[in-house]
C-alpha cells in the first residue's frame, strides 16, 4: 500500500477510493515506513555491493601489479645470469613468486608468459632463422611457467653451477 493522497482498496472484484487526510508538510511529515525502509535498505546493499566490489578489485589489481614486478624480476636476473641453461628455472621462478601473490598474480603471470610466447612464436615467422627456439622449447617453457604457477618449487629447474645469488 502506498502513501498516497487516495488509496486504491480492492475488495471482491472492484475498486473502491477512500478519501484520506492530507499528509502534513515538513518535519512533521511521516512518509509511509515500508516504502522508507525499503528504500535505505536497497540504497545500503548498493553501497555495500559498491564498496566490497571496489575493494575486491583492487586488492586483485594490486596482486596483479606486484606479480608483474615479480615477472619482470626474474627476467632482468635471467638477464644479469646470462647462464645457459637457466631459461626454465627463471620461468618457473618467476610465475611461481608471482602466484604467491593471489589471484591478480597468477593472472598476470599468465597473461605474461602466454604474451611473450606468442610474440616470440610470431616474430620468429617473419625472421630469417627464427631465434632458434622451436616449438619444443616454447612448449617446455610453458610447461616450467605452469610448474611455477601451480605452486611447485621453481628448483627442479635450477641448472648446476647457477650462482646462489639467484
Excluded at 525499503?38 to 586488492?59: E, H, I, N, Q
Excluded at 598474480?105 to 616470440?120: C, L, P, T
Aim: net charge positive; glycine share 10%.
Amino acid at each position: 500500500m502506498t502513501c498516497a493522497w487516495r488509496q486504491l482498496l480492492v475488495s471482491a472484484g472492484k475498486a473502491e477510493y477512500k478519501k484520506q487526510p492530507p499528509l502534513p508538510r515538513g518535519r512533521d511529515r511521516q512518509p509511509c515506513s515500508l516504502e522508507v525502509s525499503t528504500m535505505k535498505l536497497f540504497t545500503v546493499l548498493v553501497f555495500c555491493s559498491l564498496v566490497l566490489g571496489a575493494s575486491g578489485l583492487l586488492s586483485f589489481l594490486g596482486e596483479a601489479a606486484r606479480g608483474t614486478w615479480d615477472m619482470l624480476r626474474a627476467y632482468n636476473d635471467m638477464r644479469e645470469a646470462n647462464y645457459i641453461g637457466a631459461d626454465k628455472y627463471f620461468h618457473a621462478r618467476g610465475n611461481y613468486d608471482a602466484a604467491k601473490r593471489g589471484p591478480g598474480g597468477a593472472w598476470a603471470a599468465k597473461v605474461i608468459s602466454d604474451a611473450r610466447e606468442n610474440v616470440q612464436r610470431f616474430t620468429d615467422r617473419f625472421s630469417f632463422g627464427g631465434s632458434g627456439r622451436g616449438a619444443e622449447d616454447s612448449r617446455a617453457d610453458q610447461a616450467a611457467n605452469e610448474w611455477g604457477r601451480s605452486g611447485r618449487d621453481p628448483n627442479h629447474f635450477r641448472p648446476h653451477g647457477l650462482p646462489d645469488k639467484y
